[in-house]
Structure formats: structure tokens, C-alpha cells
């Protein structure tokens, strides 16, 4: 059992990377069943004080009991989904073509896979005090490929990540992992974290938070020497669009639907769904009804920080000052200490067009419905959007006929595309992309939730002519754990004769 | 039959943009199976002008025909294999994970797979005026991907690249492509490169060059509102490791290979063995005595370019003047008009730490080999270098043995790793990395060449409680190609059910 957190870890940024530099050639070369079981480890060791950190995480971001019982949950399954990948073991994508000595020139043999890049920092996010930070799905991915971790600690919840970081050191003693393989500091992110990014130990950089955040690390890593991949989650506004046949069939559940999602957690998501589109009519007036009736019966619950509240304030008022932009409704009650204040406006397509502060992130409970004149304002709008996270259909199978070229739009938008859900809850599994184009993320190729998340702390090496005794056992010829491989471009879990 | 070169694109960057954006939404849609048959259409039309191009190209680049018609069918080989890849449908990484309504909360259906990012700005290379150019892998992987493409073809082999444009362009007519799904054009890198990737409907760049000249493109990027991915391969000096008992049992016929290597299309290739490490001693003084002999057999050829052939001749002398440096050998004959000599020079392991300038690339037929004190030395020298393409070892059962921890930091240098092989020779297969750690390219975590080059042309989308009708083919329950995809966590080609 664990008494007391760890804490940070003491010394300066280039003693901790040398740390991690050395940990990281220790800890590369233990085989993913063993890291596998340092996962669950973890998992476990979190579980065992998971009511000592939701009263420290309460305490420390306003978040209710029952959503952070339900976060560490996310976070234990996350470790083990990561460990289930390591045991099935394909993931490393091995791909091997053999020799051909009769050819002219001779064909050499060559084997590919994908092998862990070297540290890698993770900033723990404030919106998500388990599950996207200390040991949350960017410390599990990094792991679970082979690198080790720096984490700087979000100091907006210091308390519960210092205690999760304790959880972590325990898995690796009782593991045997290499003593550095995880470190974790606190410290502002302007000079600790830029520090931490432009040492020449670190690797690649993992971040969620706000585009003037990631921006900011993106910037460190182009001022190196060499340049690392920077992987930030930034910003989205998770356009949701509400089709004529849908919004006449279901306008009041899809008007329930929204204000839930959009007050959930307080607004704290990152596919909270900040921009509603739909044209003008009568089926849109009676949704917008319904918004109203069912904000107001919402109540306004404390934010996450001070911070995010006072950029909440700030953002609302000048949101809600723009010209053309109209109130729907708001909560009923007002909003207390560092509460923030659930409020759905509307503007038109013209004036959503005209001012581009209206396609601006609100991070909170607010939404913004464009009532567009018809079909092309419609797709104007959509045009005139950045790059998101999420886009979302609200659609019958009428409107999907009759709306082909505003759904191949939307395709074009974002990292995840959803018919008649809400986007907000991130499945963790697979296939989630939880990414999306600039400037929701920093890379679109990449997801930083589900499996796919450890493609972004590997890159594939090939190796030419090797003996199998001394090549890695995912490229052996008779492949020892069985793994999927691509053998002469065949698919295959067989062993090389 | 085509009789004139098309040659270039007329009308401003902006146009040219316009039109492969447009040709982008039509080409995206078309059918993997009749992508497949415009790439193969392609190699067609480029074979039946095979003597044209060679005549041509010839002419601009001064590579003897042998090469050239190899090349040619290198070039159109890549062609068919991404074509092979494009009907074979498995490299789009189907990912389904099916729902699960009965979970609390209910798990939702999502899909994902690989979609084209839009309009591929190429730029031409001038050492492979076919296989990294007008019709190369880039090109080749891009159309694969279903990008549309727009080159800037290289200015010293503008009629050779105009040629095989003409090529492209009967092939998107015979085959029925949009008009705009290739185009090119001609004239400068800073300031037309520059316009075409700073363009706000470019996706995403390929090059293949100077390390100036990706460290250029980079910035452009960097410079745009909404940075794109920038795939440059940009520099690499290739370290062979001459490992002491190779050295001893192999120490003629190694130096006569390298030599061979080092000199091949007069050393213009990114995997010249530029750098050879090796530790004191009578064997390494042996083979330095056969590679002084076998130099002096070369002859010089001409370079690409006056440009190319400028900075060989400086660059050389450059390296010449450093202090430590002593030469090894050089060719019988001096060098004519445009003629790259080939050389090669030692230094010692201490000189060699003292002053970064010895680990500079020199594009040409050079190679410098570094003489170390001991293996302590050679571990130290190895740490000095920076990101390579590919890293040797010439080495016995013997050497692999005593020198493990040598290997293990060879690994970490590049992105192909050979054993006793030369590094000259890129297989075009599913299983090459072409790539490594900056400064080699910008992107460690891609390939250009080999099919998986087509993994940098896309992102993946998540697809969220879509019907069956909405779903792309790759995605659809029955998997009308057979594809390999990943069911809830299992590899698989058979049919949801």
C-alpha cells in the first residue's frame, strides 16, 4: 500500500533526461510481456487508492464523485487495453520480404518494424485529471511502446497527480522496471515544459489542452536543433449539423440530446459540441424552443480552475458582444463561485459569415446555433470552418440522400465522423480517432485515444541481410508469438520455411 | 502514340491550386480498382517512349543509358506494385469495432479506415530523373493514396520531366481520370515551390534533395496558417561500421565493394557509404591499402549538373583543408569538364570529434574513413553523428558477438540497418524503410519508398454509428474486397455477420 505521494521528482531537466535517456535503453529492450504486465500493474496499484484520489482530485478540480470514479475506471482500462495490444503482439507492424538470390541484382532479404523513439514528455491535461494525465492514454501508449516517460503534472489537479505518479513508482518496483522509466515534475509549463521539449534527450511530446498551449510547444520543437514530433490535442468546436427531415421527426429529443451534451461536465470536453448548424424554418424554431426550455433547467456547477472559469467569463462575454449573435437561453439559477453558466445563443449564416470570432472555441457549457438561409449557406458555413475533432450528423435516411454533398463535406472536416450520436464520450477502443485536421490537432495522422495512439512513439526501422539469431523476435522467422505479419506481401501468422 | 512533350502547366499557382482541389473531390471517389489501372496505364505510356526518355534524359543528367533504362523500369515497377497494393485493398487499415447496446453506457459502432488528404505538392529530384521524379514514388504513392498531384518538376531535366508528364497526362485520358489529377510545372524552388507549398489547398509535400532545400520547405510550412505535413529527404552520410574480425577475414573484398559504392552513378546516390568507421590496427591499415589501389582504378564520370558538380568540387576541397584530414587515394585520371573525382580520406577518431565539419555530407564520390583508437572510441565517434538513412555493419559472427552494444547504438542512428551489404541499392518492397532521424529526413516515421511511401499521403477517419449504406466499401459489413481488417481486436477478412 501506498502512504504518502511521491511527490516530483527533484533535480534539474537535464539530470531527468538523462534519467530517461538511460532508463529508456534499459527499459526498451524488455519484452512487451513484461511491459504488458507493468500496465496492469499500474492499473492495479491506481484501483487499490482510487477513494483516496477522488477525494484529493474533488477537492482539486470540482469534479464530481461519481465521473471521477468513473475517469479512474477509464484509465485502469486504458493501461490494460495497452497491455492487451503487447500480448497480441501485431501491432509492431512486421513486414518482411524475403531474398532472391537469382535475381539480377539479388533481391536482399528485409524486415521492417516499428521500434519506440526515446523519451517522451506528457503534459498531464486539466480537464481529465486521470484519464489524459499523469498515468492517463498518453503515459500508457509511450509505455506500451517502448519509451520511457517524463511527465510534467498539471498544477491545476498537483495533488491527485502526484499521488497517481506514487501508483506508477509502486508498479515499478514490484515489476522490476528500470527506476527511471517514469519520472514525474511539476513546475510551470512556459519554462519546466519548454525546457523539458527542447532538451536533446526528448523524443516526441504529447499534450491536450488549449491551441495557445500546443502552439507554444509546437514553436519549442521547431526552435531545435532537430525537431521532434509534437502530438497536441488543441481545439474544436465539434460542428453539429441538424438536417431538415431529422430536425422535424426528433427536433425536441435532439434539442434534449444537445443541451445534455453540451452542459456535460460542465462544457469541460473537447468534443463538446460548441457550434449547432441548421436551416432556417419552422422545425428549427421549434428546436430552438425546446434549447431554450431545456437550458434553462440546467445549473450552473464549478469549472475546473480559476483559469478556465475566467476564460469562460471572458469568453462568453465577448462571444455573446459580437453583432448579430442572440441569447436562446441560459440556466435558471446564476452562477456561483467559479461556476460557469450553461448558454446557448444563435446568429445567422450571414453574420456567422461575415465574423469569424463566431467559429472561435468557447471551452465551457456554451453552444452556437447558425441558422443558415438555405442548403448552400449551409455549405458555405461548413467551408468556413477549421479543422475539428468531431463533426456530427443529425440525419435521417431522406436527409442522407438528399445531403450527399454536406456529409462529403463534413468528411473532410474532422478525425471522427458521427451520425445521430453526441459527440461527446470518446470510446476508447481501435477504431476512435481522436484527432482531427489543424488546428484541432497538431498531426492528423495520429489518434491520442485507443490502441492507435502508440503508432505516435515508434517509427519503423528496417533491417538488411540480418541473421534470424540476431534479429528481433517480431521479424524471426519462425515468428515465436505468433503475430500477424506481412510476408511477401501475403497476410500471414505462419512461420518462415 | 505521344509526339511532343506536353511540358508544363500554364497559369498562376493559385489556378494550378484550384484545379487540384477540384480534380482532388472527383479523383478521391474513383474506385481503388480503376486507381490501380491509371497507375498501371502510367507505366504503360512511359515504356512505350522508353528511347525518348532515355535520349533525353541522357542528354540533361550525363547517367549512361544502362542506368537510365533501369531506372525507367524501377519507375515503372513502383507503378504496378502500388497498384498491386490499390487491389489487393488491405493497406487502408479497416479498424471495426462493433456496438455493444447493452453496455452502461451502450457502446457505439465505430469504423475507421485511411482517407486521401487532398492536393500533393511533388517536387522532382535530380539524381533519379524517373524514380524520384515526374512519375516516381512520390507521385506514384500519392495517386495511390487518391491525392491529386501537382509537380514541380526539376529544372536540370525539365524536358526529360515534360516528357514523362506527357506520359501522365495520355494516361489520364486513356483511363478516364479528372483532367486536374496531375499537373506540372516548371521554374524555381524559392519561388514557385515556395508559392505551390504555401498554397492554402495544399495537403501535404514530397521532396527529395539538399538538406538546404527540405529545410526550406519545412520553414514555408511552419510559415503557413495551417502547417502541413513536409516529407523531405534531405541528407545522410550512411556509416559503415568495419568491424575488426571482418576487417581480418574480408578486409580486400570489403575494400573493393565499398569502393564500388562509394564511386556508383558517380556517387550520387542518399545511400552512399559516406563515412567509414573503423578501429586501428594492421587489418584496417590492410584494407585502407586496397581501397587506396582500387580508387585509383575509377574513373571520373560526369556529374547531374553544373550545380551538383560545383558543390562537389568545393565541398571537397573544404574537407580536404580540415586539419587531420590525409587522403587515402584518388582516381588515375583527373576530371574533366563537370567530372566528379573520386576520393577517398582518413582521419583520426580524435580529429574526427574535434570538428563537426568531418561529419558534413559531401554529395559525390568521397567517402571518409575514420580511424579509431578502440571500441570505446568508435562508440563515442557513432554518438557523434547525427540521423541517417541507413547504417552498416560489416561484421562476422565473431564481431556481432564482442560488439553487441555497437550494433544497439547503430540502431538508433537510421532508418535501415544492413549487415554486410553496401548501402547502395534501395529495394522497392513493402518491407523498406527509406527514411531515419532527422537530418536525414524530416520524418522518421515514414518511408518514400517502398508501398508503405503511400501511408504519408492520409489520415485516418472514424466512422460513428453509420449505416451500412454510408460506410465506405472498406468498411461494410459484407468486405465486398476481402480486405484484412481488425474485427473487435482480431485480424480478419471475413464478413460481419
Redesign the interface.
Known amino acids: 500500500m501506498i502512504e504518502e505521494p511521491v511527490g516530483e521528482d527533484t533535480g534539474t531537466v537535464d539530470q531527468l533526461m538523462k534519467n530517461a535517456l538511460s532508463a529508456f535503453g534499459a527499459y526498451k529492450k524488455i519484452s512487451p510481456v513484461k511491459r504488458a504486465g507493468f500496465l496492469e500493474s499500474i492499473a492495479a496499484e491506481i484501483e487499490k487508492i482510487k477513494d483516496r484520489l477522488v477525494i484529493l482530485a474533488k477537492e482539486e478540480t470540482h469534479l464530481p464523485e461519481a465521473r471521477l470514479y468513473g475517469e479512474i475506471a477509464r484509465t485502469s482500462g486504458q493501461l490494460r487495453l495497452f497491455a492487451?495490444l503487447l500480448k497480441?503482439g501485431?501491432w509492431v507492424e512486421a513486414?518482411?520480404?524475403t531474398s532472391d538470390p537469382q535475381r539480377t541484382?539479388p533481391?536482399?532479404d528485409?524486415?521492417?518494424m516499428l521500434?519506440p523513439?526515446?523519451p517522451v514528455i506528457v503534459f498531464g491535461a486539466s480537464n481529465f485529471p486521470f484519464a489524459f494525465s499523469t498515468a492517463g492514454g498518453d503515459t500508457a501508449s509511450a509505455l506500451a511502446a517502448g519509451c520511457s516517460v517524463v511527465i510534467k503534472g498539471h498544477s491545476a489537479h498537483a495533488q491527485t497527480s502526484s499521488l497517481v505518479y506514487a501508483a506508477i513508482r509502486a508498479a515499478i518496483d514490484l515489476t522490476g522496471m528500470p527506476a527511471y522509466t517514469v519520472q514525474h515534475v511539476l513546475g510551470s509549463g512556459a519554462t519546466t515544459g519548454k525546457e523539458l521539449v527542447q532538451h536533446p534527450f526528448s523524443s516526441a511530446v504529447g499534450f491536450t489542452g488549449s491551441f495557445t498551449g500546443g502552439r507554444a510547444l509546437?514553436g519549442y520543437s521547431?526552435q531545435r536543433e532537430?525537431?521532434i514530433?509534437v502530438f497536441a490535442e488543441m481545439s474544436s468546436i465539434n460542428p453539429v449539423v441538424l438536417f431538415p427531415d431529422s430536425l422535424e421527426k426528433n427536433g425536441a429529443s435532439l434539442a434534449s440530446a444537445l443541451i445534455a451534451s453540451i452542459t456535460l461536465g460542465v462544457g469541460q470536453f473537447c468534443t463538446n459540441p460548441g457550434i449547432l448548424l441548421g436551416i432556417k424554418g419552422d422545425a428549427l424554431t421549434a428546436f430552438t424552443n425546446v434549447m431554450a426550455r431545456e437550458i434553462q433547467k440546467t445549473i450552473p456547477q464549478k469549472m475546473l480552475h480559476s483559469g478556465i472559469h475566467s476564460s469562460y467569463t471572458k469568453g462568453i462575454a465577448e462571444m455573446l458582444g459580437q453583432k448579430g449573435l442572440s441569447v436562446i437561453g441560459q440556466s435558471g439559477e446564476s452562477a456561483g463561485s467559479l461556476e460557469g453558466l450553461p448558454v446557448v445563443a444563435k446568429v445567422s449564416g450571414n453574420d456567422f459569415l461575415k465574423n469569424d470570432h463566431f467559429a472561435e472555441e468557447v471551452f465551457g457549457p456554451f453552444s452556437l446555433l447558425v441558422e443558415c438561409q438555405d442548403k448552400a449557406q449551409l455549405i458555405a458555413v461548413l467551408r468556413h470552418l477549421?479543422?475539428q475533432l468531431t463533426t456530427t450528423l443529425m440525419a435521417t435516411?431522406k436527409d442522407?440522400r438528399e445531403f450527399g454533398d454536406v456529409?462529403e463535406l463534413q468528411?473532410?472536416l474532422?478525425?471522427?465522423?458521427?451520425?445521430?450520436?453526441v459527440p461527446t464520450?470518446v470510446?476508447v477502443?481501435?477504431?476512435?480517432?481522436h484527432?482531427g485536421?489543424?488546428?484541432a490537432t497538431?498531426?492528423?495522422?495520429f489518434?491520442s485515444v485507443g490502441t492507435?495512439a502508440v503508432k505516435r512513439w515508434?517509427?519503423?526501422?528496417?533491417?538488411?541481410?540480418?541473421?534470424d539469431s540476431?534479429l528481433p523476435e517480431a521479424l524471426k522467422n519462425d515468428n515465436p508469438s505468433g503475430i500477424?505479419r506481412?510476408v511477401n506481401?501475403i497476410?500471414t501468422r505462419a512461420a518462415l520455411h
Open positions: 492487451a497480441e501485431s513486414v518482411i520480404d541484382p533481391k536482399p528485409i524486415r521492417k521500434v523513439v526515446g509546437m521547431n532537430i525537431p514530433p477549421k479543422g435516411e442522407i456529409i468528411q473532410g474532422a478525425g471522427r465522423i458521427i451520425l445521430n450520436n464520450g470510446e477502443c481501435a477504431a476512435m480517432v484527432g485536421p489543424y488546428p497538431s498531426d492528423a495522422r489518434t492507435s515508434v517509427r519503423p526501422v528496417s533491417f538488411q541481410n540480418f541473421s540476431m500477424m506481412i506481401n497476410h
